[in-house]
């Protein structure tokens, strides 16, 4: 019989971590019984979170900036990945101005905190941290996306934001029984969408068929949430939902500390080996950054933790563009928020779009659609697009109800028939600005509309972000359809440089989620599904990712 070996499942190593000091009043240190104590106020709690949601909204880490300018710098990277990454700066840039969130999907509110024995409160701490997150919301530029069930098939938004997932801990944070120590995070729809559980056995755990299922399961990731990721993948866990949390908190890099080896007491660790090799895999699948290329990840981190001898759950998840979280803590000595990076600008480099891009052709999207479809027809798939005039902004609920409209016997809308279609909705929009954070959205979740609407005459230029099904790709090829593909991520940038005018067409009362007519100005886009049936993800599919072929700098013959 073993000796009694305790230890925890995922042990931390020492933070190191720079923090700012937001306030030192709020807590005040107390002894009693012999003990010293640390009081934190209620107004503690929620100042700390309204600063941390404003932060990771409008602030990224130093080192995710770092690595995207490592795109840019690499003789290796592809056109397109240079593009991206450039574009990604730029939208950094100008989200740090405090003003337009860096998406405009500003997320779920997610907050796990580590209080220590010694720490006192009144008890109520999510209320406070709620509080904070409502404040935030309702006070900044941001996007209420959560939905209240009514019954089981109504919904309403909460107009707040609100509920939060908080998830509070009585521990003692990296063995400080007076600290108390939280992770922020905003989690948007597109890349929560990408976390996945797969039930295995033990016969993926050998490293031959591990890089095999890793493989297909990374290919079939996609685009859609705002490649490059920061891909995380734990093997093992004591529960299903234990190991998809670790996952979720891997790619944050909040686990960076945790061992390198693992040991017979059954803790949890990193394998940096693996994690090289799945990173090599990640270059060679010729995805990139959304059209194409060598970075589809910025990096990879795998957790293994112990399983149950009968199971072998393996999660994946990713962090994308949005890379949105921050530490905090609140200690003796005040309240810390983790530092962002607050000059973003000093990433970018001394160049232009036209240093680090093939042609570009441009398409003046005031002309009659059949003279649209004839302009992009002359051309194949990855060719890079400016658009410039209206476009039509619809997503889920507008074409749920469109589709509704067509099953009583009602007629397509002619904005639809004369107007390319966006899939997006905006962020609030800022006094003096023309447009709130307007980023692209997951396209794929308007595919079973896709024959219908085009047979009617309507969507027959539809852009947004991310791979399409294959009923997607027939219906273009039996219709003479495109879908074009938007960057995933800058929507700062887009408000700021490319919108010039919002209006609501119709629907007023579904907020972001109504009918919207947008004039746009060099908005940058890709074929990625043309007219004759070709759909450039597929070509990276059949190809393996082998190699990338580049952007064509003339007319296909």
Request: glycine residues 10%; contains cysteine; aromatic residues 8%.
């Amino acid at each position: 019989m073993p000796e009694f070996d305790y230890t925890d499942l995922l042990p931390m190593g020492p933070d190191e971590t720079e923090y700012r000091l937001i306030t030192a009043e709020g807590v005040r240190v107390v002894e009693a019984a012999g003990r010293r104590f640390l009081e934190v106020e209620p107004e503690a709690l929620r100042l700390l979170t309204e600063n941390a949601i404003h932060d990771i909204s409008h602030y990224l880490r130093s080192s995710h900036l770092a690595q995207l300018r490592k795109i840019i710098d690499d003789p290796e990277s592809s056109g397109n990945d240079r593009f991206v990454a450039l574009d990604l700066l730029k939208n950094a840039s100008i989200s740090a101005g405090g003003v337009l969130p860096m998406c405009q999907d500003t997320g779920t509110a997610i907050v796990m905190g580590k209080r220590g024995r010694h720490v006192l409160t009144d008890g109520a701490d999510a209320e406070h941290i709620s509080r904070g997150v409502y404040d935030a919301y309702t006070r900044l530029n941001l996007r209420y996306s959560q939905m209240a069930p009514i019954t089981m098939w109504e919904e309403k938004n909460t107009g707040s934001n609100l509920p939060a997932q908080i998830e509070l801990y009585a521990e003692d944070p990296g063995g400080h029984p007076d600290e108390y120590k939280l992770l922020f995070m905003a989690k948007g729809g597109g890349s929560a969408n990408k976390s996945f559980l797969y039930q295995e056995t033990k016969a993926v755990l050998n490293e031959k068929r591990m890089l095999q299922f890793l493989e297909e399961k990374i290919r079939s990731l996609g685009t859609a949430a705002c490649p490059p990721y920061h891909l995380a993948i734990v093997v093992g866990g004591t529960s299903a939902e234990f190991a998809l949390k670790t996952a979720k908190y891997a790619s944050a890099r909040y686990l960076d500390s945790v061992p390198t080896s693992g040991s017979p007491s059954g803790h949890g660790f990193r394998d940096t080996e693996l994690e090289a090799k799945v990173f090599e895999l990640t270059q060679k699948l010729g995805i990139g950054a959304q059209f194409g290329g060598k970075y589809f990840c910025h990096d990879v981190r795998v957790i293994r933790l112990p399983r149950h001898g009968a199971s072998c759950p393996v999660a994946i998840a990713v962090s994308c563009s949005a890379d949105r979280q921050a530490l905090a803590k609140i200690t003796p000595e005040g309240v810390f928020l983790e530092r962002l990076e607050t000059d973003p600008a000093r990433f970018l480099p001394e160049t232009t779009d036209d240093h680090l891009s093939d042609d570009v052709v441009k398409i003046d999207l005031n002309r009659p659609m059949l003279e649209i479809l004839a302009e992009l027809t002359r051309y194949p798939v990855k060719t890079r697009l400016s658009l410039t005039g209206p476009l039509v902004v619809a997503r889920d609920i507008a074409h749920a109800k469109i589709g509704e409209l067509l099953d009583a016997g009602g007629e397509m809308p002619e904005y639809l028939k004369n107007h390319a279609v966006y899939y997006a909705g905006p962020a609030k929009t800022p006094e003096g600005y023309a447009s709130g954070s307007f980023g692209p959205t997951t396209a794929g979740r308007m595919d079973s509309y896709v024959e219908r609407f085009q047979a009617a005459g309507g969507s027959k230029v539809m852009l947004a972000k991310g791979n399409r099904s294959k009923q997607v790709t027939d219906a273009c090829k039996a219709h003479g359809g495109f879908y074009l593909g938007s960057i995933g991520g800058p929507a700062a940038r887009l408000a700021q440089d490319c919108i010039r005018k919002v209006e609501v067409l119709e629907y007023p009362e579904l907020g972001m989620e109504a009918v919207w007519k947008i004039e746009v100005e060099d908005f940058p886009a890709f074929i990625v599904v043309d007219d004759k049936g070709e759909d450039f993800f597929d070509q990276r599919r059949s190809d393996g990712g082998a190699t990338f072929v580049g952007i064509p700098t003339r007319p296909a013959r």
